[in-house]
């Protein structure tokens, strides 16, 4: 196959090169101008689209198995697909059995296994469970097939319980022993318990009803910068700092306070963090005027914040971005009570086009920091840059063709996942993907899309596979 007269993403230059793409057995074999085809290959005019190398999302809840009336593999999947993802990683919590034993892995394979249209990885999970048996010994038999471990210094979830300092500790050097990053979900539990009762009980002493705002205050900017601070200390005290990956950072000062403290590190050997979409586009007040629409934790922050986390993001300070994607249904999104309403949003369909929109094409970003924050800098740190995160010959074919030329506008029902609440409702983008491509495949094609969403995917569930560690 031929992807024809593209304007190409290539690594390691500063603007789009119009090129064309051969593809043989699902990988890249050459990117040149004017590649002849052979009789009967089939060709992909892509005259006035551009090829960018397939997003990945290091960071989803597909939910399988054990809460699939919010989502499942082929529900995110086909979302991520559509937004031009070709990669996601399944984090190991909110599924039943959470992913902290070889046993529960393959309970969890078995059943969402054959269900994914793009290529998976998995974390493997280190819960407060866990850490009264042997959490070593877990982790050890699940590294060969997982791309690293997550645990929570606070969760609301009672499956997958936190862990405290000396926990995280023992989870780091462990994860440094078997060389898998350590995913942290950090917010300060002792601030963020005492406040949420303190605020929860609020409305009543003041006589008025509830409000966005307590839930917000119950978790401020400064609960991540103390478990930031204390997850590089204790990390840093087992000589695992290198290894240990901070989620979803909210706060711009808890990217900033996380490469100070790693400053001495030798480059490559520092931690590092992800931050999502909704912390670069929404701010408090927009929290307020959307509600549970755009709840997550941490919850976003004031104005001024989001555009310090751009440019931490453009200068590398932030490695790269992911959705965090957690949808809920209504029923479970709207309880009548905010503290409630399920706190998540969909996200894996509109991880790409947003960053695309709001960062590369307004300039935020320039092509080599969106090619690292968009595929490249994930692909290295989770084992994948073997096959994954770059237009490059020999890797797999993971492509997306975008129309640079469209608008479009973001519609919850239209994003394929089950979750249909989106706080990025009826914004719109620059750009817009037409075509996602996994190890050479069609997955998604908006042109069949015309009438249903669910037409313009193109692959079966199963076609997407699970990924190790170190593949090429
Ligand atoms: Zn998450």
Redesign the pocket.
């Given at each position: 196959m031929i992807i024809r007269n593209a304007a190409c993403a290539l690594p390691g230059q500063t603007e789009l090169l119009r090129r064309d793409i051969k593809i043989t057995d699902g990988r890249i074999v050459s990117i040149a101008s004017g590649i002849d085809a052979a009789a009967g290959e089939e060709i992909i005019e892509a005259e006035g689209l551009e090829a960018w190398p397939g997003a990945i999302d290091p960071?989803?809840?597909f939910d399988e198995p054990g809460f699939t009336h919010r989502e499942d593999f082929l529900h995110g999947s086909m979302a991520a697909a559509r937004g031009g993802v070709t990669t996601v990683i399944d984090?190991p919590?909110?599924s039943l059995p959470p992913v902290t034993s070889a046993a529960n892995l393959k309970t969890k394979l078995a059943a969402m296994g054959t269900h994914s249209v793009v290529d998976f990885g998995l974390f493997g999970g280190v819960s407060g469970h866990t850490l009264d048996q042997s959490v070593e010994s877990g982790m050890a038999e699940l590294a060969p097939d997982v791309l690293g471990f997550?645990c929570y210094l606070i969760s609301g979830m009672e499956t997958f319980t936190a862990v405290d300092f000396f926990g995280l500790s023992r989870a780091a050097a462990a994860a440094a022993g078997l060389g898998r990053p350590l995913l942290l979900?950090a917010e300060d539990p002792s601030y963020i318990k005492s406040a949420t009762e303190w605020y929860k009980k609020l409305p009543e002493k003041l006589g008025r009803s509830e409000s966005w705002s307590d839930y917000v205050e119950s978790r401020p900017a400064g609960s991540e910068l103390t478990a930031v601070a204390g997850a590089a200390a204790y990390a840093g005290q087992v000589g695992a700092r290198r290894w240990l990956h901070i989620?979803?950072v909210g706060t711009a000062e808890a990217a900033e306070l996380l490469a100070f403290l790693c400053r001495s590190d030798q480059a490559g050997a520092a931690a590092t963090c992800e931050t999502c979409p909704q912390y670069l586009i929404f701010s408090s007040d927009d929290f307020y005027a959307k509600g549970a629409a755009l709840k997550t934790a941490p919850p976003v922050k004031p104005s001024g914040n989001a555009e310090q986390l751009w440019r931490l993001l453009a200068d590398g300070t932030i490695a790269f971005v992911?959705s965090?994607?957690?949808p809920a249904p209504v029923a479970e999104k709207n309880t009548g009570s905010l503290w409630k309403d399920y706190g998540?949003i969909p996200g894996s369909g509109t991880l790409f086009p947003l960053v695309y929109s709001e960062g590369w094409r307004k300039g935020r970003l320039d092509l080599p920091a969106f090619l690292r924050v968009t595929s490249g800098a994930a692909a290295r740190r989770y084992g994948l840059a073997g096959c994954k995160g770059e237009l490059e010959p020999g890797k797999h074919a993971d492509i997306v063709l975008v129309n640079p030329d469209i608008e479009h506008v973001v519609r919850g029902e239209e994003l394929l996942s089950k979750g249909t609440i989106t706080p990025f409702e009826g914004m719109k983008l620059a750009g817009k993907v037409v075509r996602t491509l996994v190890r050479g495949k069609t997955v998604w094609d908006a042109a069949n899309a015309v009438d249903r969403a669910e037409d313009g995917i193109l692959a079966a569930a199963g076609w997407g596979k699970q990924l190790r560690w170190g593949d090429k």
């Open positions: 960071h989803v809840h984090m919590c909110t997550k979900h989620v979803h992911a965090d994607h957690a998540g």
